[in-house]
């Protein structure tokens, strides 16, 4: 591997590197610091610190408490324990309403609700991939528990109308739940502006190391732990606390904070460049989701006459993934780009080009170079 | 902190430093490397493989096949996938076998189960805290549907009679489960020794890093997952892996492995030489727990006439615990030890001494010499 040049890395919305000064925070919590936060002794207390320091740091992202910031193995656990663990404090309501463009880990604890006595209602999106609020709130009713909907799409990066469905979840006495993974690093994320109730975040979407997350429970929430042992995390999440990794996940929540906006201008600049190179030069070539309120890294463009797959694959200087579930190989249409009305003809083009802090002008260029290339020979 | 000498650590049942060994094992999936384990790109694939390497290197620790390995967040994690996990997978048998000195890790899922519908049986233990394979065996029944009993209990490090109750679980048609957390790292653990069924792991228990840990599921156990979402980890662990410390674990594991008779044998020698000068200076003094079935690491004594906690707190050059799960301050009694027949009023006097890698000779003289002298100034 280390003779061929790295492809350019343009698949962020998947996992992005760890950030050298979140490594640089983690080390002293895995080279000379040890010991079990629990702990009553300076071994522990250290620790116990660590974690309550990076605790403020990802509640100075998204404006709480640090006392209503619970830290998980990621972003696939906090939605399980958000989901579940409000279901489960809920001995009289028994429907969920979520979205049909959610990600496996929102779609997996709804559908065990389903099969546990539960119903589930999915409202639809419209051609950006925006969830229309209005059918949402058909499905809102007195026996409404949860409202779990996405705060942005990972694969088009269409911000979901969070505000206006919580607002009416609270209307009829409903929690409102949003996975926040793919937004929180990205964009502003407050729980000031956002009414929510609960939010997700997952660290290896912002720079942080992989297998740390955190749910967000606004203080006074009636919700009941998934795993069960010991009183850590105010006995919602018992288990040793991750230190090293809560430390990298901290910093790189204050690194996200610090330079939200800058980086934000900056890559939704280098994401438009490469739109209005691709665009140009593609006749027929369409974006997926909306060209307006998106995540200012992501870029879901679906290619005429050619499967992203197969693009992808000739592709070999770029990593960009389909953003679809298939099977490595196997072409098959995205979902999400489904479920907003694009013809499965046209929906087996999509790839998600997803950028981050480590691309340049130059990587950007040469993308969309090869890609238009690439494309040309296919077609 | 940094002006006064750290105490000498004596808790390593409660947390163990990360090896150097490991964090260098880390560090490039840290720094060098990222991606999504599951991306059909060349990034993606490095993180797979160095997943599948450290499955290996866990694998190789229990004697198991590599596919047996299931990667979790942790210890706790893993025993409440395997309790709850087979209970679920399992729509027959509604009893479950465990024993009256758990971890809280086992206790909270086995309540859980009590709660939701199963018959929960707690099996008694000896005088030396070694589970009575007898009674155990009594609670048994066609109704079982999961042994679930540590392998070393974490206080007194005695070892249970986990083959022979395999063998009766498995005599009714029950699956046997074993926390190995505290066993791991310290002595021999096969799965081709012990026929059991599933087997918790917990990384920072051996060396690696905290929020990282595995449960062996022998092929074709039925057990349903936990946490719900996409497909890693076959479906039974969803969430992106957490590669740099699934790297550092694995690689904790293989340096376990490698060094198993020759520091247990070190370790054990260090506690010996502290438990002689103890007994030597303290009439009274009394061990808890096997004095030969036992984890080489492991130390708990009753002190006579004080409470652990007053005679840790007049110990400020050791850290240690009384292995209660009491609040800081309080001075109650262990569970375990009360639960092993010694009377409240010596059971206070526990103090649990738990010995590592970084242990020297001159430490434990040390040791030894402080917890005498608080002792005669205290009594």
């Not at 779990?148 to 109308?161: D, F, K, V, W, Y």
């Not at 009941?224 to 809560?246: D, N, W, Y």
């Not at 080009?353 to 950007?364: K, P, V």
Request: charged share 15%.
């Amino acid at each position: 591997m280390k003779n061929n040049p790295l492809p350019i890395y343009l698949d962020h919305n998947a996992s992005t590197p760890v950030l050298t000064e979140v490594v640089d925070a983690m080390l002293p919590y895995l080279r000379e610091f040890w010991g079990n936060p629990s702990s009553t002794h300076v071994y522990g207390w250290s620790m116990h610190e660590a974690v309550e320091h990076a605790r403020g740091q990802v509640a100075g992202l998204i404006e709480c408490d640090p006392g209503e910031v619970y830290f998980t193995s990621g972003g696939t656990e906090a939605n399980n324990l958000a989901i579940r663990g409000v279901a489960a404090a809920n001995q009289v309501r028994r429907h969920i309403l979520t979205s049909v463009i959610e990600h496996p880990a929102t779609i997996g604890p709804c559908d065990w609700l389903a099969q546990h006595g539960y119903s589930v209602s999915r409202a639809p999106v419209d051609g950006v991939g925006r969830v229309v609020t209005e059918r949402a709130q058909e499905f809102l009713g007195q026996e409404t528990a949860l409202v779990t909907i996405m705060h942005a799409n990972s694969e088009t990066g269409t911000l979901q109308p969070i505000n206006e469905i919580a607002e009416l979840a609270h209307g009829v006495g409903a929690l409102m739940h949003t996975d926040a993974a793919q937004s929180c690093g990205k964009i502003k994320v407050s729980t000031v502006d956002a009414n929510i109730d609960l939010l997700s975040i997952a660290g290896h979407k912002l720079y942080a190391p992989q297998g740390v997350g955190a749910l967000f429970v606004r203080e006074g929430t009636p919700i009941k732990p998934l795993v069960i042992g010991a009183g850590h995390e105010q006995g919602l999440r018992p288990g040793t606390e991750s230190v090293a990794s809560i430390v990298g996940f901290g910093q790189a929540c204050e690194i996200a904070r610090s330079s939200l906006a800058e980086e934000g201008e900056r890559v939704s600049g280098l994401r438009n460049r490469l739109w209005g190179l691709l665009s140009a030069a593609i006749p027929g070539i369409a974006m997926n989701g909306c060209p307006t309120d998106r995540l200012p890294n992501t870029l879901n463009v679906r290619f005429p006459g050619v499967s992203g797959n197969a693009l992808l694959a000739a592709c070999p200087g770029i990593a960009a993934s389909t953003g679809s579930a298939c099977h490595e190989g196997a072409d098959c249409a995205s979902e999400v780009i489904l479920a907003m009305g694009v013809p499965e003809s046209e929906a087996i083009g999509a790839v998600r080009l997803s950028l981050g802090r480590l691309n340049t002008d130059a990587e950007i260029e040469l993308a969309g170079a090869e890609l238009i290339k690439a494309w040309n020979c296919l077609v």
